[in-house]
Nanobody, 122 residues
Framework: QVQLVESGGGLVQPGGSLRLSCAAS??????????MAWYRQAPGKERELVAG???????NYADSAKGRFTMSRDNAKNTVYLQMNSLKPEDTAVYYC??????????????WGQGTQVTVSS
């Protein structure tokens, strides 16, 4: 009933840029998409928060993302974006979209996308 679909990953050289998108599809009568976020998980490491945005548009970033990544949100499209500039090899990971969604009769739950691979390599 709630689907998050990421896109925009790929292979990029160090110093390059990528823009990730995450579109939320909610097939319920009444729902509210609250906070959304991007996480990433590199091989052998735990999943970590990269950036988040509230429903009002307030953003927060991991220290590793500050100054290089920008998260934005289009509430009309239920979509968030992650503009990643000055990419480094250590940014290589699977990037996951996350959303807190309130659905009538179900309360608020966290939902995850399937992930999109970002590889930074020369």
């Amino acid at each position: 009933q709630v689907q998050l679909v990421e896109s925009g990953g790929g292979l990029v050289q160090p110093g390059g840029s990528l823009r990730l998108s995450c579109a939320a599809s909610v097939k319920m009568y009444s729902f509210i998409i609250n906070a959304m976020a991007w996480y990433r998980q590199a091989p052998g490491k735990e999943r970590e928060l990269v950036a988040g945005v509230t429903s009002g548009g307030t953003t927060n970033y991991a220290d590793s993302a500050k100054g290089r990544f920008t998260m934005s949100r289009d509430n009309a499209k239920n979509t968030v974006y992650l503009q990643m500039n000055s990419l480094k090899p250590e940014d290589t990971a699977v990037y996951y979209c996350n959303a807190d969604v309130w659905v009538i009769g179900r309360g608020t739950n966290k939902y995850w996308g399937q992930g999109t691979q970002v590889t930074v390599s020369s």
